[in-house]
């Protein structure tokens, strides 16, 4: 009366594919060194622009030593290290309040990261640049608040 079904149905689950799966550490791995190197660009920009010297004074050196901190841990997540663009200057004259702005964000996105992460080194560092670009243009620490 009734014939056999002669085909798959359409609503049968597929083969698993043949490509790997990334685990969530691996994830987040990821995700914490692309917030880093933002955070790396952002820095590196302030850098060039502190050794400019024509703008409001920055901190070159701490600029400087904190990027490097921020590459390593970038190399360490990646296992290469980033590819760091060359900074320019337009002369705008509101750029680093809002780099700063930019960085405290970037930083704060990736003590989220690393956070979840349960990443010891990036927390502190992320929290320490979240501190300083955070006081670079007057917001308040929340934990001292």
Request: aromatic residues 2%.
């Amino acid at each position: 009366m009734y014939e056999p079904i002669r085909t798959k149905s359409v609503h049968t689950m597929a083969a698993a594919p043949d490509f790997p799966h990334r685990s969530r550490e691996e994830e987040l791995d990821i995700r914490l060194a692309g917030q880093l190197t933002a955070l790396l660009t952002v820095t590196d920009e302030l850098h060039a622009l502190a050794a400019h010297g024509s703008h409001r004074p920055l901190d070159g050196a701490a600029l400087a030593a904190a990027a490097d901190r921020i590459a390593e841990q970038v190399a360490r997540l990646s296992g290469h290290h980033p590819l760091r663009a060359e900074p320019t200057d337009d002369g705008t004259p509101g750029r680093i309040p809002a780099l700063q702005q930019r960085a405290h964000t970037l930083a704060g996105n990736a003590l989220a990261v690393a956070t979840s992460r349960d990443d010891a080194a990036a927390m502190a560092l992320a929290a320490e640049r979240m501190e300083a670009h955070g006081a670079a243009f007057g917001t308040r620490d929340l934990a001292t608040a």
